[in-house]
């Protein structure tokens, strides 16, 4: 039974390949239209094992879902932007999650000679990487919108004394911050282009809200007549949006804690308590 498995999974594969190889001229998937479309800079040598799992992008951008390419590309993002999964783009992301998929299916095969289990341990090897960069990529992400509003903050009282708001931006990106952070590498690759331009595009990238919504509105404060008055409304109102954000994630906590404190408190109790109190009457029948 493992070898018919293995057999038609190695006849799906090869179909897979030869399609994507040598049928060229049949219209490609949203996907392989979303990664074209994109601005992807000059791929760099892959080192070792990931030349080997460099076969699979080609079929990865045809057929995978637009919608997992655009979500993974928003973790890199920010798991990039803390130093973590460099060099990595969205298309390699899903094509290492494919091929994990694949190796814990051939295994489980090959171990457990049952389809359930393998098919168990190839959603589980499709799944895992999502899990590790989802939790950098969220930490970061707080981080980025904790520090967001004192960020905009120190813009604004720059150009309180009279400094000009690119001028503004430049000064307050020396900071020490994941915000400044962002905003240097704004500045970087906006090297002889317009610096609102790319700040517009940096933003588009991240798939975050609260940065489209900053980059719009910085815009308009370039654009407006009272720049300091403008940028000083901007401020207030981020902060107040980031502290009412805060306060309905903290009223929100206590109900989110009472799943985990049942699940992992009074369940045990209780079932400790049944197993003392029912184990002498079972022993006894």
Do not use: C
Not at 50 to 78: C, E, M, N, Q, V
Not at 247 to 252: D, G, I, K, T, V
Not at 267 to 279: C, E, M, R, S, T
Request: charged share 15%; aromatic share 10%.
């Amino acid at each position: 039974m493992t070898i018919i498995y293995l057999l038609g999974l190695a006849t799906a594969t090869l179909l897979i390949v030869l399609w994507v190889e040598f049928v060229p001229s049949l219209p490609s998937g949203r996907a392989a239209r979303y990664l074209r479309e994109s601005d992807q800079p000059a791929n760099p040598e892959l080192p070792g094992w990931r030349k080997w799992l460099a076969w699979l992008d080609r079929p990865t951008a045809r057929w995978a879902p637009g919608s997992i390419l655009r979500r993974t590309k928003a973790d890199l993002y920010f798991a990039q932007l803390a130093g973590k999964w460099q060099g990595w783009d969205e298309v390699q992301f899903t094509s290492l999650r494919v091929a994990l998929a694949l190796g814990a299916l051939v295994f489980g095969l090959l171990v457990y000679d049952d389809l359930i289990p393998s098919v168990i341990a190839a959603l589980l090897g499709w799944q895992v990487p999502v899990v590790l960069l989802g939790g950098v990529a969220r930490r970061v992400r707080r981080r980025f919108q904790a520090q967001l509003p004192e960020f905009i903050q120190l813009v604004a009282a720059q150009m309180a004394v009279g400094v000009s708001l690119e001028e503004a931006l430049r000064r307050t990106a020396q900071m020490d911050s994941l915000a400044a952070q962002w905003m240097r590498h704004v500045l970087k690759m906006s090297q002889g282009r317009v610096i609102f331009t790319q700040l517009q595009k940096e933003a588009q990238a991240s798939n975050m809200p609260d940065l489209i919504g900053l980059a719009v509105q910085l815009e308009f404060v370039r654009l407006g007549t009272a720049q300091q008055e403008l940028m000083a409304q901007m401020a207030n109102r981020i902060a107040a949006e980031y502290t009412g954000g805060a306060e309905q994630r903290a009223e929100r906590v206590g109900a989110e804690l009472v799943i985990p404190m049942v699940v992992f408190y009074f369940l045990p109790f209780i079932a400790v308590i049944l197993a003392l109190i029912g184990w002498p009457i079972l022993a006894t029948l």
